[in-house]
């Protein structure tokens, strides 16, 4: 109390994030206070003084403790809500745990299967995400340490909600594989089981950064899936709005209120970002956005890949799929 | 062409923001084109790798070349084709000449006034914004260099719309004085015609920056008028999300459509970034944000306040009026 | 081994320091590895790339792993060893450990006081300096919490040796009143054994930057002391030349040679960067700085006082006396 | 005068080098004067804040407005000074002109030939560095734009000093064949006068950073010549102590006074760094540098090398001889 440095004092230590090659997002930290390296990727938790604690993998923020909320509610609500009843999930990636915590929220839920290939990142994860240690304990979740695409391709069983995870589809990035036209065709499609609903990330969806990957993810999916809904949200700790997108062969016809129903029948707890005006809200893209979806051309296959700055190594949850 | 330096080299100069005491942005220069200083502030126009040609006034980005049409549509275009037949239109600030040049593209507006109190800004934009250089040489505009406060309040003439291009309001800062409640109420209400609308400008308005004075413009306004209608977009060299408030006593009830038909019929040339569909996303705000506006009770009178981080000395376009 | 990150990467945290308002000096950082407050300053001990451990206080390095011998091996040998047999040493300040470390490699010393105001910097230094533990528990060694300045004039000893291990002299700083002529007369010299040696730290030495503080402590000791060298050296971690001046009022007579002889047979272990041609050199100033040395005519008296940038609080060791 | 603004705001542009991969050093802004790009390398002229006008490579400074003295007298006086009587001299590289400046300061020179490879840089060091367009056109210069080895090689004149103000040593880098022992032995040797001197800048010579190429280039030198005498000063806008080498078959006699009488005698103005003591102690290396260049086995042939970060592209003068 005598002290009178504290917050007015200028801050000596940083997190800087390259976020292409000319543009930085800086924050000022209280600590490093886990660094680890697994087989792929460097990975560390940072205590940042704007987003709290920050899980960064190869110099990439890919979740940030104030704000990741708004990425795993978008990920995984709609999805689940459109869906007349879910029972069973599985997740490609999503290491850091948030993922299985937002889906072990519906009470439908029996099972949910997050396969990630980085074992040393789910364990980071395990050990210093406080947040998603009841998740990680749930009897429901069976966590296969694999490569995503393999694991699909040998399993038996289906699933109602197939989530994609994964870090941005780049030439010769670790996940590209997991955002082709025929993986969606013969690998995720044939694992859904009727009326099954599939979701993933889908990279930046700003007004300049929905041109990197978005609109191409978008219209690969429009080749395989007859219902396909694109929607998008700003993270404060991207500095971006980032996107998603849903797709089914069965239509989405749950209005702003059903789905307000369905989650207040279905979940443990409130949402904090996601309802129903905010996902219609959110599935309304601005006129510029719209336009280039209207007109993308490009679809993901074995041959093409576009690519996204800097986030070759890790960006989103599985890096190495 | 045997140079093999160019994009993939390390950048060098930097402009450096700091959007919170913790937070900063930055983007790497091609060149300081202009400095200058007014009797309030100083001034710069830059050539910054990410975003164009950037206006920065006393350290804040003002507004910069490749999205600026973001925040200059989602403020002009929403309250002129909410009005029915708007020909006169005034400015408070605006100084940088871009809401000018939008509002100019509409065909019924017979007449602008521009009223911002610092010349050497206007001058300084006059002479450097190329991109706005027609606007200021066109014949309805009427330029004043006067305190936006003061002149509308010696003014026995009324508009049709009226619109608020100035710095967030702060406790102490230049703009506070015209946020307030009995300003809305004495002065602006009294200069607009039958029909009349009014919009503002109203600060960040992301998932956590809301709270700082979006909130507390939204419920000051709504203390005054019968209609309000809060509105917001991400503006990607902001790093935020931007809000702004839109009031009347009549009620608005232009749909999506209504609102493209009538943008094609009045405006010249085709918007950007808005259109009726735009416009109902960005007013359609997300949950943890309807929440604040709706529990809001703070209005801002002559004795009250908020503090919005380092935005005190100009942050928008007239930062002394 | 199979990992491809490592050394090559981007570094994303940072260390960044204010050494003026237009010049910034950053290090990589491994970790944060301790933070405090005490009553008068903050305290961090970081682990930097360039540098190693790094002491910070208030956002100004103190001291860093890889260099401080450099400071350090300065600021004790010269004086020790230009003694005829130092047994008695006083240190105003030097509450990190490192001057208390060196002196206690004479053999000829017997009893070292080091007394510095803030205790818990002195705690935190003895807690995580490993490389200072064994001088901690020295038992030649008498640690006092108090203002140097009230020790020396309560105390009624005298001393072969005192050493002014303290932060800049600034007008309104904690440690001024160290180094005015009033307090050098009245009581330094009063507290010196016959052939007594004073020595202080004395700023920073560059070419630009001797004038900041050096030139005038030289200056004022000038006027108290028969005999006054100022030497310098360049430490890579402070980005700047350093300064001290030793002063006595019996002659300097040892040569380079007669250094050397003395310190092999006086000191335990071998310095790392001063020997008696690295004194030679050190103490042969540039052009630029004797001139500016011999034409200085400000002393620091309780009146007078000039500012050196950003060391208000706690540049060098003990900020608070 | 009413402005508040000025000196005490906080900084928004800069510059920034990266000297090590993990360590950075940053000026702040007042405007970049002028770009280009050769051939070879980009060319920047800055105006900072702390240091002046700044000449960039590549990346790297060059050359800054207030302390390039302490480099250029520190190259260029001592070799001419020990020379008894200095006509003719040759610059191998030395295309920002002040090498050529300074040594046209001495009355004993008729003849200066310059030797750049990279003609848009010395342009652009004619065009904007105000402070050597005398020296641009004094008649006594004559530049040449070759390679200067190639040059050396095939003139038939001989020079009383041969002067290096070229980019470091880097395997593989574009200076690299201009400090090889054979170099050495059978070109420049070959080129000079009888009691010829030959001197070159050698790159960082710090408490650390003279490992890099400094020991090196004294070791390959004195394979070659009888008398070789490193030195080295401290220059601030380096953030290093910057090392030269000087070496000649005629042994060095020139005391310091002597040193001062000549320049007295021979040369136009006063140096403001350099005289007789200065060199004096520049020439008495500290302890840990003494011990490196005792010890150093490394040679520089053709098919050795060593690397020194980030210098690859353009550090010191003529980076594509």
Redesign the interface.
């Known amino acids: 109390s ?2 009178l ?1 504290g ?12 976020i ?13 206070l886990h ?1 680890g ?1 697994s ?1 792929y ?2 990975i ?1 938790l ?1 205590d ?3 987003f709290g604690k920050a899980l ?1 993998i ?2 990439k923020l890919q979740s940030a403790e ?2 990741e909320f ?1 990425y795993h509610e978008s990920l995984v609500h709609p999805a689940l809500l459109h869906h007349l009843n879910p029972k069973t999930v599985f997740i490609m990636g999503g290491g850091e745990g948030s993922t299985a915590r937002e889906i072990l929220r519906h009470g439908t839920v029996e099972k949910v299967v997050m396969c990630d290939i980085d074992e040393e990142v789910v364990d980071f994860c395990k050990s210093y995400l406080v947040v998603n240690r009841e998740a990680f304990c749930d009897s429901r979740l069976h966590l296969i340490i694999n490569d995503a695409r393999a694991e699909l391709q040998t399993r038996q069983d289906c699933f109602d909600v197939i989530i994609g995870d994964l870090a941005d589809p780049i030439e010769g990035g670790p996940c590209y594989q997991l955002y082709t036209k025929s993986f969606y065709e013969s690998t995720v499609k044939t694992r859904l089981n009727e009326g099954g609903v599939f979701v993933t990330q889908a990279g930046p969806a ?4 929905h041109t990197e990957v978005f609109s191409c993810i978008y219209n690969t999916l429009r080749q395989v899936f007859k219902y396909v809904v694109p929607y998008s ?2 993270i ?1 700790s991207y ?3 980032w996107g998603w997108v849903m797709a089914s062969d069965t239509p989405f016809t749950v209005d702003a209120e059903e789905l307000d129903t369905r989650a207040k029948r279905r979940m443990k707890g409130e ?5 129903g ?2 996902f ?3 599935s ?5 956005v ?1 336009k280039t979806l209207a007109k993308e051309t490009q679809v993901y296959t074995e041959g093409t890949a576009k690519f996204i700055y800097g986030h070759g190594a890790g960006h989103r949850s599985q890096p190495h799929a």
């Not at 700003?206 to 950064?209: C, D, E, L, Q, T």
């Not at 949402?271 to 309802?275: G, T």
Request: hydrophobic fraction near 35%.
């Open positions: 005598a002290h440095g917050d007015g004092r200028r801050k000596s230590c940083w997190y800087e994030e390259e292409e090659q000319d543009l930085r997002w800086c924050f000022a930290l209280n600590s490093i660094t390296a087989q990727q460097d560390a940072l940042t003084k704007p960064v190869d110099g104030i704000d708004i700003g007004v300049f950064s949200a700003h404060p500095a971006d709005t949402n904090r970002y996601l309802d005006k905010t219609a809200s959110a309304m893209l601005s006129k510029v719209r």
